[in-house]
């Protein structure tokens, strides 16, 4: 079984670009959840999207934002890109029952110049 | 807020020695999970513990689960090279993980 993907892998912009983060779950997991990783802050909870419909979010401001697809995939967009925005954004899949395993993907770090 | 705090922060020790790292939140989890991330990589799933005082063993690593279930610790035996990258708990709520901060492991050869 294929795990979680994520595209693209590395990713440089400028200050005040957006950009958008892919990340397809493994199949048959209908829940994915993005996590934004900093050396200073660790790991923290952005949002979680199942079946279409956000059910979660993070203490994130608005220019963080997701969506998913009937396919399960989702993307990630963050708007007006900030300096300290820079970091490994991590998707991870699961099948959506509260406190069961998430499969993390390998990130994609986005480093804002 | 609920809170997660992993000690030590970095722990840099010799092929073969023992070492534990803790894991204190301030209130009471569904559940505690352990993930160990090495460079380049997402998170992978080590254990998860439920119940208070549970104990499990995975080789040479062994997880407890406080009685109260707000505490957790991870003791590896016999630490070897292949052991070295970031440990982190997480805390199961609601529709998402609360992570600690992490302890990074390097156990030099």
């Known amino acids: 079984k294929a795990g979680v993907t994520q595209t693209p892998r590395y990713l440089i912009k400028t200050r005040g670009q957006q950009v958008t983060l892919s990340c397809s779950p493994i199949?048959?997991?209908?829940?994915v959840s993005w996590y934004q990783q900093t050396p200073g802050q660790g790991l923290q909870f952005l949002f979680e999207?199942?079946?279409?419909?956000?059910?979660n979010k993070g203490n994130f401001p608005g220019r963080f934002s997701g969506r998913q697809f009937s396919n399960s995939r989702s993307e990630m967009n963050v708007s007006t890109l900030e300096l300290g925005d820079s970091a490994l954004y991590l998707c991870?899949?699961?099948?959506?029952?509260?406190?069961?395993?998430?499969?993390f993907g390998p990130g994609t770090r986005l480093l804002v110049l | 807020t609920q809170l997660l705090e992993q000690s030590p922060q970095f722990l840099s020790i010799q092929e073969g020695e023992n070492l534990t790292v803790y894991c204190n939140s301030s209130s009471v989890f569904s559940s505690l999970q352990w993930y160990r991330q090495e460079p380049g990589e997402g998170p992978v799933l080590l254990v998860t513990?439920?119940?208070?005082?549970e104990v499990k063993k995975l080789k040479r690593l062994t997880f407890q689960f406080g009685d109260a279930r707000k505490d957790s610790s991870l003791h590896i035996t016999a630490a070897q090279p292949g052991d070295t990258g970031l440990y982190l708990c997480a805390g199961a709520g609601s529709y998402q993980l609360t992570f600690g901060k992490g302890t990074k492991l390097s156990v030099i050869p």
């Open positions: 991870a899949s699961s099948l959506g029952v509260p406190g069961e395993t998430q499969y």
């Open positions: 999207y199942f079946s279409e419909t956000q059910r």
């Open positions: 513990v439920v119940t208070g005082g």
């Open positions: 199949s048959g997991h209908r829940s």
